[in-house]
């Protein structure tokens, strides 16, 4: 066994398939080990590793119980976990949703998906038992790295169990645009689901570009960078193009068993070339369409039926679905359709074979190849274009591949094409058979570098080290529950003097759509009021409302206010307004004029001015076309500032323009100063409070609420936690019942969720 690496030191693997399949042949257990890139690229993972692989190991019905025994040691030796699915399980699991449903829409291929929820609740049970299985796993401190589409659940099922856990997941099919992805009845499962992970990997950036889109428009979740920021976690995305083996195929070429049927197939070709195509028989590697177009080239060149071949290898794929079965019999209608009026006396243009082939019989093909083909439809990678590349020692031979590939965005030197125009594709088959050798040459030594550069084996290492590195960058705080508020409560009580600074929206009331509509109940009102009674207290509440606002709702209730982020405070013996540091004046209009001009150009945006500062609120707003805005007004305002006296900042879908040096840090820096010794407690829900955060002293508590990832060490989940809080410190410095919610009833503390 291989030194094990400390990179992949305890990592366990969640995949649908064990690396291996178990059958019984003449009486004896027989184990034979999975083909394809994920068992190669994982394979290396797991011999180098202390952790365990999850999967099923194929069809054990008929096994007898004595089999089965056996079968689970063998694959105890090598840590493999097996998962036992029945027949109906697989049926409805696997074929009905996996591939019935996520297959084709993930391909974009929209007519053939059957939208219907039949088979929905079996996909739940069966993630929820791979993640049940992987559970004692991530409770040890192993590394759960789940892969691709039928086990998406899984992360956000093995979070909900063990909320410490290091989970990084695959995908390994695209992810599709944003259009296509709602069409999903389960949509907000899947994603939700997805984002239980601390690192989302895809092949592609476009791929990682879709899924962030749709967590955007469907869940609202922020995103910031590559970042998706969720339930207090910062759950990374991140492109990782999966390699091949580069090596073993450069050996497998070079074998004098390869080469003996290199020379065969190419004394069999004579004078011809030959074209080949390798593929699952699956619709979504465009094999009708290539055939079309080849048929289209030889219409074009007629005197190519003679010099031309066109191997085309479809490997059987799952014979027992009836969709499949009619795919089969198109192919083969149209392979006989196109030999019967293209073949000629001494040469027939297409060789189709449906079947299992060989790995030295596939290396053979792609060494003797003039041309490969590899136009899918849709492709989260295709290995097969670099498995291609990787055995021409000769460094000859040209790849036509469809732009639609993952493997597209790597290599660029191939002629790429669009699968659905049959007449480019005809034609770049021609421009291949002709391509002069010099070119030729200099294309394949441009793939063979990027093919080598990114091996299967780079690719897993990468993965595992930037799951390490997420991990460490998104540990997300404490969750007060109710024991903890307690506690907590507990703790402040006993200060000889507590200052609390809350923030407003989203912290003591629930953000709504539009700014007016965030109005104080009474409730809240009485609650602050008996907070500000106790002597041992100072409350302030730190805003970025304007100041008539807050006056208006809070003059009445002995409070401290801060308004516009701590530009103005106001007190409750002065009952007056002033300003905490010197800002500019007279910059208002000419920014007011940009402010409104992109509410103009975004449908559901509105502008606040809050007197010495100006927001642009959005969260009505397309959140992409948002964005677009966002950085064009962040940008307008430095080259209209560019002496920075003027700061943009982001807070809750909310862009605020207003005078440098502003922040709610002030806040705390004065109360520090008037209130030497106090304990201070900060809360608030935006990245404006982070400020405020930062400015406490060592012994400060900061509360951040909601999901958002924030330096503050306490947490609690909504506006009515932070209720439930203040509600049981008013019961505790007063000695009084706690004044009632809005809804008239005390609340129960915050939700421990």
């Known amino acids: 066994m291989p030194e094990r690496s400390s990179a992949f030191a305890g990592v366990t693997i969640v995949s649908n398939r064990l690396p291996v399949t178990a059958a019984v042949r003449g009486g004896r257990l027989r184990l034979q080990r999975s083909a394809g890139g994920l068992a190669t690229g994982l394979g290396g993972v797991h011999e180098q590793s202390s952790g365990a692989w999850l999967g099923w190991p194929g069809d054990l019905s008929a096994m007898s119980e004595a089999h089965r025994a056996e079968l689970h040691d063998t694959l105890a030796t090598n840590r493999l976990v097996p998962i036992d699915l029945t027949r109906q399980e697989v049926e409805r699991y696997y074929e009905g949703f996996s591939n019935g449903v996520i297959w084709p829409l993930f391909h974009y291929l929209v007519e053939r998906t059957p939208l219907?929820?039949?088979?929905?609740?079996?996909?739940?049970?069966?993630?929820?038992?791979?993640?049940?299985?992987?559970?004692?796993?991530?409770?040890?401190?192993?590394?759960?790295?789940?892969?691709?589409?039928?086990?998406?659940?899984?992360?956000?099922?093995?979070?909900?169990?063990?909320?410490?856990?290091?989970?990084?997941?695959?995908?390994?099919?695209?992810?599709?645009?944003?259009?296509?992805?709602?069409?999903?009845?389960?949509?907000?499962?899947?994603?939700?689901?997805?984002?239980?992970?601390?690192?989302?990997?895809?092949?592609?950036?476009?791929?990682?570009?879709?899924?962030?889109?749709?967590?955007?428009?469907?869940?609202?979740?922020?995103?910031?960078?590559?970042?998706?920021?969720?339930?207090?976690?910062?759950?990374?995305?991140?492109?990782?193009?999966?390699?091949?083996?580069?090596a073993r195929f450069e050996t497998l070429a070079a074998s004098p068993e390869v080469q003996r049927r290199v020379d065969v197939i190419s004394a069999d070709l004579g004078t011809r070339q030959l074209l080949v195509g390798v593929d699952r028989l699956d619709y979504t590697k465009g094999i009708p369409r290539r055939l079309l177009a080849f048929e289209r080239f030889l219409a074009k060149h007629p005197k190519r039926r003679e010099t031309v071949r066109f191997i085309q290898v479809a490997v059987p794929s799952r014979d027992g679905v009836a969709e499949y079965g009619k795919f089969k019999r198109t192919v083969n209608e149209l392979v006989g359709r196109i030999n019967g009026t293209t073949s000629t006396m001494t040469n027939v243009p297409v060789h189709y074979l449906h079947r299992q082939v060989s790995e030295q019989e596939l290396v053979a093909l792609y060494a003797a190849a003039s041309v490969m083909v590899v136009t899918p439809l849709r492709d989260g990678m295709n290995l097969v274009a670099k498995e291609f590349v990787a055995s021409r020692l000769d460094e000859d031979g040209v790849l036509i591949l469809s732009?639609?590939?993952?493997?597209?965005?790597?290599?660029?030197?191939?002629?790429?094409?669009?699968?659905?125009?049959?007449?480019?594709?005809?034609?770049?088959?021609?421009?291949?058979?002709?391509?002069?050798?010099?070119?030729?040459?200099?294309?394949?030594?441009?793939?063979?570098?990027?093919?080598?550069?990114?091996?299967?084996?780079?690719?897993?290492?990468?993965?595992?080290?930037?799951?390490?590195?997420?991990?460490?960058?998104?540990?997300?705080?404490?969750?007060?529950?109710?024991?903890?508020?307690?506690?907590?409560?507990?703790?402040?009580?006993?200060?000889?003097?507590?200052?609390?600074?809350?923030?407003?929206?989203?912290?003591?009331?629930?953000?709504?759509?539009?700014?007016?509509?965030?109005?104080?109940?009474?409730?809240?009102?009485?609650?602050?009021?008996?907070?500000?009674?106790?002597?041992?207290?100072?409350?302030?509440?730190v805003s970025g409302r304007g100041r008539d606002v807050l006056e208006t709702w809070f003059g009445g209730t002995g409070l401290t206010l801060w308004a516009e982020h701590g530009l103005w405070r106001w007190g409750p013996d002065t009952k007056t307004w002033r300003?905490?540091?010197?800002?500019?004046?007279?910059?208002?209009?000419?920014?007011?004029?940009?402010?409104?001009?992109?509410?103009?150009?975004?449908?559901?945006?509105?502008?606040?001015?809050?007197?010495?500062?100006?927001?642009?609120?959005?969260?009505?707003?397309?959140?992409?076309?948002?964005?677009?805005?966002?950085?064009?007004?962040?940008?307008?305002?430095?080259?209209?500032?560019?002496?920075?006296?003027?700061?943009?900042?982001?807070?809750?879908?909310?862009?605020?323009?207003?005078?440098?040096?502003?922040?709610?840090?002030?806040?705390?820096?004065?109360?520090?100063?008037?209130?030497?010794?106090a304990r201070l407690v900060a809360i608030g829900d935006d990245r404006t409070d982070e400020d405020m955060f930062a400015a406490l002293p060592p012994d400060g508590v900061a509360v951040c609420v909601g999901n958002r990832p924030s330096a503050a060490r306490l947490r609690l989940a909504s506006h009515r936690d932070v209720r439930g809080l203040l509600e049981a410190l008013a019961r505790r410095l007063t000695g009084q019942p706690a004044p009632a919610t809005r809804d008239g009833e005390p609340s129960s503390g915050p939700n421990p969720h």
């Open 116 to 246: 219907d929820a039949s088979t929905w609740s079996t996909y739940v049970a069966v993630n929820r038992r791979f993640a049940e299985a992987a559970r004692p796993a991530a409770r040890r401190g192993d590394l759960v790295w789940v892969q691709d589409y039928q086990l998406m659940l899984v992360p956000a099922m093995l979070r909900e169990m063990e909320p410490e856990a290091t989970i990084g997941f695959f995908l390994h099919i695209p992810f599709p645009s944003f259009d296509v992805f709602r069409l999903l009845p389960w949509r907000l499962a899947v994603l939700e689901g997805l984002l239980g992970a601390d690192l989302v990997g895809f092949h592609t950036s476009s791929y990682a570009r879709h899924f962030l889109t749709s967590l955007r428009h469907l869940l609202d979740v922020e995103v910031a960078d590559s970042d998706a920021l969720y339930h207090g976690r910062r759950v990374r995305t991140g492109a990782f193009p999966m390699g091949i083996d580069t």
């Open 579 to 677: 300003a905490n540091i010197e800002h500019p004046r007279g910059w208002k209009p000419d920014i007011a004029e940009l402010l409104h001009a992109a509410a103009e150009r975004t449908a559901g945006a509105v502008v606040e001015d809050k007197g010495d500062s100006l927001a642009w609120h959005y969260r009505l707003s397309d959140p992409l076309q948002a964005d677009t805005e966002v950085h064009r007004l962040r940008r307008e305002v430095a080259e209209q500032h560019p002496d920075g006296d003027l700061e943009t900042i982001l807070g809750s879908k909310v862009l605020e323009v207003r005078p440098h040096g502003v922040h709610k840090g002030l806040a705390v820096t004065a109360v520090v100063h008037e209130w030497p010794g």
């Open 403 to 541: 732009e639609f590939a993952g493997a597209a965005d790597e290599l660029g030197d191939a002629l790429i094409v669009n699968p659905y125009d049959i007449d480019g594709v005809a034609d770049a088959i021609e421009q291949a058979l002709t391509m002069g050798a010099d070119e030729r040459r200099t294309r394949m030594q441009s793939l063979r570098r990027r093919v080598r550069a990114r091996t299967v084996h780079d690719w897993a290492r990468r993965f595992v080290e930037s799951l390490h590195a997420a991990r460490e960058r998104g540990r997300q705080s404490h969750v007060l529950d109710g024991p903890a508020v307690t506690a907590l409560v507990e703790e402040l009580a006993e200060a000889p003097r507590l200052v609390l600074l809350l923030d407003y929206d989203g912290t003591l009331v629930p953000i709504e759509a539009t700014p007016d509509l965030a109005t104080p109940d009474p409730s809240l009102g009485d609650l602050l009021r008996a907070l500000a009674a106790s002597p041992r207290l100072s409350l302030h509440i």
